[in-house]
């Protein structure tokens, strides 16, 4: 008996609706990778509708597709999918709906797409502001190039 | 490719996956406007990486260069790096330093228990010779009569002139020591090699060596180590003496049990404060022995209990609760010239009771820049969180 009724909630749909009114049927075991959601359905049993009011619809789309998908080859590849800005919504998306697959594969493609990067270009692309003092600024430029000056010939 | 590309182009997202794409901070290829017409630049006032992200961000990077960019964007970035560099540099596990014949000038520090490498580029290594790594830094003698010493986890460096001891160290089988003074930057470099065995001591606070034995006369030296805060020294014979930093003289331990044979292969180790010497060949020879001070004897050890010896072909290191750091007990970890014929290193790991070969470690996924598949140049164990200190006062 209790097999049939986790053969049937595992079937079970359910709604989710991005902030911009966009709607998604997903199974009950795709929605609950996001504890966020799997909270919300502790809560209260009979919901059918979920509210998501910090992400837009296109972003749910992926995740939604990501936790579908998920294994080591497809997120090799979903993390050369997107732009800095894309990976940084996403990311948003994914705190939010709590999944820490999702955290983990972005948090990879972000540091990924710093590598070799200087902090100049890092500050551009994530729209940070370099509030170092002057005299922090100039410790951390000779620090840069600490071992190359002097003793080498090229 | 396996994302469904209808979906894709329903959403109107690009599949840019080059560099240029994400080089492109305007919006122009970025996302539509969202149903409630703002532009995404302004939604960024929501950073998605806080703390926890950046932590995770953090850990992802392969490069101490990148880590150090890393912790150079800003202050709340330095505060996180400065976390997880210190919890980094606390760790008293052994990372493995190599370079391979082609990397030029990065140089390679595996971790064996987390099955990764991470990498730092420090200068050009051609031409000059390894020496030995102590207290974090990497010694390498350069042709012009200088020791570049390199700390590749604090970025820092320091030049040594050897001119005055040039002729009496070769450098290509150096064996070297470094302690601070306590509370200063001040610091000593304990020399020998093993061509000559001698014994030399340079002085940073007036930049000068002493020898204590030139050319191996009238000790012949193998090995060296800093405990309670003291430089001891191992000689061929076995005779342990305790280096005087005031004066050029040695004071030998009287101590009962010497073993009575000689051994170029003696090694003198400080362990959880216990002084050891050990004499290790894979496969043939393990004889470990503990100093024990209340009977100033030799103790032959019949097992290495909970420690365990990391041996390279310049030096040997003891580490107790190797179990905490992702080794096993009893066990001596193994890396040799010998496996640098093929083509990656590995680490042998032998029984700390009968010295049989209990495995192999393969020191897989090597990073990008020290392509695996050229030769390992030189290799040797790296303790991170090591920072010997020296007491002047200590010895008379």
């Known amino acids: ?38 909270a919300y359905i502790d809560d209260c049993e009979d919901i059918e509708t979920i509210p998501i009011p910090n992400v837009l619809g296109k972003h749910l789309a992926i995740v939604i597709e990501y936790i579908k998908k998920t294994n080591e080859e497809y997120d090799a590849e979903f993390e050369k999918q997107w732009n800095m800005d894309d990976l940084q919504l996403l990311l948003l998306a994914a705190n939010y709906l709590n999944i820490s697959g999702l955290q983990e594969c972005l948090c990879k493609a972000i540091a990924k797409r710093i590598e070799n990067k200087s902090p100049e270009y890092v500050r551009k692309v994530f729209n940070i502001e370099n509030d170092h003092s002057p005299e922090e600024e100039a410790k951390l430029r000779k620090e840069y190039k600490w071992a190359f000056e002097g003793v080498d010939k090229d | 490719m ?11 997202m690009e599949q840019g996956n080059n560099e240029e794409d994400s080089n492109r901070s305007n919006s122009s290829n970025a996302l ?8 995404m630049k302004e939604d960024k006032d929501i950073s998605p990486l806080d703390g926890d992200m950046l932590d995770i961000v953090s850990k992802k990077l392969v490069s101490f260069d990148d880590l150090f960019n890393f912790s150079a964007v800003c202050k709340e970035w330095r505060a996180v790096h400065k976390i997880y560099w210190r919890k980094f540099l606390e760790s008293q596990s052994p990372l493995i330093v190599q370079t391979t014949r082609n990397a030029k000038r990065f140089y390679s520090f595996y971790s064996i228990p987390e099955k990764r490498a991470y990498s730092s580029k420090l200068s050009y290594f051609r031409g000059k010779s390894y020496c030995g790594s102590s207290s974090g830094y990497l010694v390498m003698a350069g042709a012009n ?27 290509f089988a150096c064996r070297v020591l470094l302690a601070f003074t306590r509370d200063s930057d001040e610091f000593v470099l304990v ?34 180590v800093l405990f309670n805060n003291t430089i001891y020294v191992l000689t061929y014979k076995a005779e342990i003496g305790v280096l005087s930093l005031n004066s050029e003289s040695l004071k030998f331990l009287k101590l009962k049990n010497t073993p009575n044979v000689p051994s170029w292969s003696y090694s003198l180790l400080s362990c959880d404060g216990e002084l050891l010497v050990v004499d290790f060949v894979p496969n043939k020879v393990l004889d470990v022995y503990r100093i024990d001070w209340e009977t100033m004897s030799y103790v032959k050890l019949q097992t290495l209990g909970e420690r365990a010896l990391f041996h390279s072909p310049y030096k040997c290191y003891a580490l107790a609760n190797p179990g905490k750091w992702g080794f096993e007990s009893n066990r001596v970890y193994s890396i040799d010239w010998d496996s640098i014929d093929r083509d ?26 020290v392509r695996s598949r050229s030769t390992p140049y030189w290799l040797d164990w790296c303790f991170r969180n090591q920072h010997d200190e020296v007491d002047y006062s200590l010895v008379e």
């Not at chain 1, 049939?4 to 049927?25: C, H, I, N, P, R």
């Not at chain 2, 990656?344 to 495995?359: D, F, M």
């Open chain 1, 1 to 38: 008996m209790a097999e049939e009724k986790s053969q049937a909630s595992s079937s079970k749909m359910l709604t989710l609706k991005a902030s911009d009114g966009v709607l998604f049927e997903v199974e009950l075991n795709i929605a609950k990778e996001m504890k966020t959601v799997q």
């Open chain 2, 2 to 12: 396996q994302v469904d590309k209808m979906a894709s182009t329903k959403l109107g």
């Open chain 2, 32 to 39: 539509p406007l969202s149903s409630s017409g703002k532009k």
């Open chain 2, 145 to 171: 009569n200088i020791l570049q010493l390199m700390n590749p986890f604090t970025r820092k460096q320091k030049i040594i002139d050897i001119s005055v001891v040039r002729k009496d160290l070769t450098y």
């Open chain 2, 191 to 224: 020399a020998s090699c093993k061509r000559f065995l001698g014994l030399y001591v340079y002085h940073s606070r007036n930049s000068s060596w002493k020898t204590y034995s030139k050319r191996g006369h009238p000790w012949k030296v193998v090995d060296f």
């Open chain 2, 344 to 369: 990656s290193a590995e680490c042998e790991v032998y029984s700390g009771s009968n010295n049989e070969l209990v495995e192999c470690i393969m020191l897989a996924g090597s990073s990008r820049e």
